[in-house]
């Protein structure tokens, strides 16, 4: 169900949903975040009363036990929940949704490794359910299918009551900086329109995905980073003065920000990119009268924190809502009329060749949230790359041209949804022995797709070279054939044995890192 943002994609879910409830079925509406599923849950107890639970990993030990006792005593018709909720005890399933199911947080990369959304494929066939997988930016897999009939598109290119998209306004940030200087965070088009809805009793969002104060601190003298000793990623520094610290977003490694260089002991440190708490701080610094929240993972690390700052937006509490991608989706504000997205290329550089996908959905998705209620709807989307084609396509909700572009490139360079893609990474106490392990592993893996039509690359170290104390090395096997490159692996492992604990396995992975 490819559905513009906007065009009643729930209230299609609910009317599937009570269909199979009167024929005796049961309901699964899988959403991909816990923030989702309060506004979702709400909609679907006015719906059904009672007969509903809810499933997600915030739930306490005691809660979670109640619901799950609740479903499988047959108490339940709808379950509403996050990517576990897929394994909910029903023993008649009729339907089963998949909310937003191109988000990569239906992935769950520990073990045990799934992905929510292809088991509820799986058990959608074992049950003669019928699955609907709802985006407005569907994943170019399951896009793909539908190209080949495997699914049925089923779209919906129009909003409720024929309401306009939000008029999208592109700010070339390199104008900004040389009109302003390099410390610019808010263009002067997303300031004014901010202004003027605070004049107006109305609300603005602005994303910005990424956390922190800034992303870096770099030393003028030498040009290093401030790194994790754990991990081979440069720190985020979060709150200001002597509050400041340093934090790893992988392992949580902290300290206080140094007043001189670790590596050269200069003093000529800078702070570099900016995130959520240093673009809370401008706007305060700007509009002082205004309410400003933030919503991010520092503000909603408590229990219940998430649900009651959306609250707060829906009760017209807060003016300005600043946030990560946790506000880019599903929520309908009716006064929100403008979306300001900060640094919308800010994932383009990373090295994923899902990169400008995730990109160009996270445009779509934020701008979408504006004008969704009786007013009309504006978004401001900062970037210093106005001509790259997920950017514009993303501005422009024009999921059709984006899709042509992007297959034009997987398909040139052979990468999913055009072939299968296995992931293949190995853990060593230094780089050196990570590598010949991976190296040992790739070996045995060639030898076992020998005359097949199948890709091995690498071995090489990891993007993410050293995490959490260990250093990865990685190597990515793809083809058409499935079962040949499982048996492969599989059979290099058997020969390995003493490398199995420390190797990962990730079928279709959703991240190249």
């Known amino acids: 169900l490819k559905g513009v943002t906007g065009s009643g994609k729930t209230e299609i879910y609910l009317a599937l949903a009570d269909r199979v409830r009167q024929q005796g079925r049961r309901a699964l509406l899988l959403v991909p975040e816990i923030a989702l599923t309060p506004a979702l849950a709400g909609r679907v107890r006015a719906r059904f009363g009672d007969r509903v639970a809810i499933q997600h990993s915030g739930l306490s030990d005691g809660e979670r036990h109640d619901q799950w006792h609740r479903v499988r005593s047959g108490e339940v018709d709808v379950v509403v929940g996050t990517r576990s909720a897929v394994f909910a005890p029903f023993d008649s399933v009729g339907l089963i949704v998949v909310d ?78 040389a009109a302003a200087g390099a410390d610019v965070t808010l263009s002067r088009f997303l300031i004014d329109g901010i202004e003027q809805r605070l004049a107006a009793g109305e609300q603005a969002l602005v994303l910005l995905n990424r956390r922190g104060i800034s992303s870096a601190v770099l030393c003028r003298q030498c040009g290093n980073t401030i790194e994790c000793p754990h991990c081979s990623v440069s720190m985020t520094v979060h709150g200001t003065g002597r509050r400041a610290r340093a934090r790893c977003h992988y392992c949580d490694f902290g300290q206080a920000v140094p007043e001189t260089c670790p590596h050269c002991a200069a003093p ?7 995130g959520t708490e240093r673009v809370e701080q401008d706007l305060r610094a700007r509009f002082p009268e205004a309410r400003i929240g933030r919503v991010d993972r520092d503000t909603v690390s408590t229990r219940g924190s998430l649900t009651a700052i959306l609250a707060t937006v829906g009760r017209r509490e807060i003016d300005v809502l600043v946030g990560t991608q946790m506000i880019a989706k599903g929520h309908d504000f009716p006064f929100v009329t403008l979306v300001g997205v900060v640094s919308a290329d800010v994932g383009l550089g990373l090295p994923d060749f899902r990169a400008a996908e995730r990109t160009f959905q996270l445009i779509t998705q934020v701008v979408g949230r504006a004008g969704r209620g009786e007013l009309a709807g504006e978004a401001c989307v900062q970037t ?35 072939t299968a893609m296995i992931n293949v ?43 959490r104390g260990e250093h990865r090395a990685q190597f990515f096997v793809k083809g058409g054939d499935r079962a040949v490159m499982n048996a492969a692996i599989r059979g290099a492992l058997a020969a390995h044995p003493a490398l199995a604990r420390r190797t990962s396995i990730d079928v279709d992975p959703v991240s190249m890192l």
């Not at 399951?142 to 700010?171: C, I, K, W």
């Not at 000529?268 to 900016?274: F, M, N, P």
């Not at 993303?394 to 055009?418: I, M, N, S, W």
């Open 100 to 177: 937003e199911e191109h988000d990569t947080s239906y992935k769950q990369d520990e073990m045990p490794r799934y992905h929510g959304r292809d088991v509820a494929i799986v058990r959608g066939r074992q049950q003669n359910a019928l699955v609907v997988l709802g985006s407005a930016t569907p994943s170019l897999e399951s896009f793909h299918n539908a190209q080949r009939g495997r699914y049925t598109l089923v779209s919906l290119e129009r909003r409720v009551a024929d309401r306009p998209m939000a008029d999208v306004h592109v700010v070339n940030m390199r104008d900004e900086w």
């Open 384 to 418: 210093f790359f106005p001509t790259h084609y997920a950017v514009q396509c993303g501005c422009a909700q024009d999921y059709a041209t984006f899709v042509t572009k992007e297959l034009e490139f997987r398909t040139a360079l052979r990468y999913p949804p055009v």
């Open 425 to 467: 990474v190995v853990r060593g106490s230094t780089l050196e022995r990570a590598l010949d392990a991976a190296g040992a592993l790739a070996r045995e893996v060639a030898r076992g797709i020998a005359g097949r039509s199948i890709a091995l690359l690498g071995p090489a170290p990891a993007p993410l070279m050293k995490l």
């Open 268 to 274: 000529y440190l800078e702070h570099l990119g900016v």
